[in-house]
């Protein structure tokens, strides 16, 4: 090796300065984003108010969705009380016969024609 005439690598031209194509200034494409949808996503939430029955047992009631006067039909479901009364059962055992009567839990009222749950009436 010649010290007087060092050699020096550099990296190859570029592939247009190699086949003599002329050099054009290339701007980068924009990135155009999805349009915005202006509808919310997902379940729209509404708010629904349930009425305090008046009593445990059936009655008559005006259906607010299917504009008719019905004999609401009830469900009594678990509520505050039942739960009071299981916990007094498991400490005192007169109690424990209540747990299997419609007395310790809440009475929902229902539309018989289309099955809206119109009013509440709870035990607490």
């Given at each position: ?39 919310p ?63 310790t ?20």
């Amino acid at each position: 090796m010649n010290s007087e005439n060092p050699q020096i690598y550099s990296a190859p031209p570029p592939y247009e300065v190699a086949i003599g194509m002329p050099k054009v200034n290339r701007q980068p494409a924009p990135v155009l984003a999805p349009p915005i949808d202006p509808r919310p996503c997902g379940r729209v939430i509404g708010v629904i108010s349930v009425k305090q029955a008046p009593t445990y047992s059936s009655y008559q009631e005006n259906c607010t969705r299917c504009q008719t006067l019905v004999q609401t039909r009830v469900e009594h479901k678990i509520g505050i009380m039942w739960w009071l009364c299981a916990t007094l059962s498991f400490c005192f055992f007169f109690c424990c016969y209540l747990l299997f009567f419609p007395i310790t839990k809440d009475a929902q009222h229902f539309c018989p024609n289309c099955g809206s749950l119109l009013a509440v009436r709870t035990r607490a």
